[in-house]
């Protein structure tokens, strides 16, 4: 049975969340803007892809920028650059949530995103973490709608309420978190390199080298 919060826990939490947190609670419509704008990609001759499935849904990183020339999925249509914040909008990976760290050209984000480029007073590093917390993760998966694919909408979405501690406090959690990320991905590498190092001398005891 799917481990879901009690919906008793849900409304509490929504309508008592200064209560909770110690700060005032704002809807996420007065602190941050989705940008809606449609990008026509036959200019383009070559694109780089960013879907659900670029973003490690357990550390937030976007991992997997796919180079795609010509033939463009039909949902690559958002213009994206670095620093916007990546938000899914289907409740099966509601996880990709990701801030993009690449200056890469021609980066173009699956409209299954929502797109934050800007906000007001909130860090977006601190809005990241906030949205893959596993109450906020139950939260957007209460929000979707839909019988094949259930997703949230823009509305939905930018009507949750989430907590607001003042800026500074903001910036000791997005610390936090970069701190984390950072010695999550230099363990990631070590392994990786551990790995290879490990299938070299196995190469070499076969091939008797």
Not at 176 to 200: D, N, T, V, Y
Request: proline content about 2%; aromatic content about 6%.
């Amino acid at each position: 049975m799917e481990n879901t919060l009690a919906m008793s826990e849900i409304i509490k939490f929504q309508t008592n969340l200064q209560k909770l947190w110690g700060y005032p609670a704002v809807k996420l419509r007065e602190k941050v803007l989705i940008n809606n704008a449609l990008e026509d990609t036959k200019k383009y001759e070559s694109i780089n892809y960013i879907d659900l499935s670029s973003i490690n849904k357990e550390n937030g990183n976007v991992e997997n920028i796919k180079k795609i020339h010509g033939d463009f999925p039909s949902r690559a249509r958002q213009k994206v650059y670095d620093g916007d914040l990546l938000v899914s909008t289907l409740s099966g990976s509601m996880k990709a949530i990701a801030i993009i760290d690449s200056k890469t050209e021609n980066m173009i984000a699956s409209t299954g995103f929502f797109v934050i480029r800007h906000t007001s007073n909130l860090l977006k590093n601190f809005l990241m973490f906030i949205l893959r917390t596993n109450l906020f993760q139950e939260l957007l998966k209460r929000e979707s709608s839909g019988a094949i694919m259930a997703s949230i909408n823009q509305s939905e979405f930018l009507n949750l309420k989430i907590p607001l501690p003042p800026i500074e406090i903001q910036e000791q959690i997005a610390k936090e978190i970069s701190q984390r990320r950072e010695k999550a991905k230099a363990l990631q590498i070590e392994s990786k390199a551990i790995l290879e190092s490990a299938k070299k001398e196995v190469e070499k005891m076969i091939l008797g080298g």
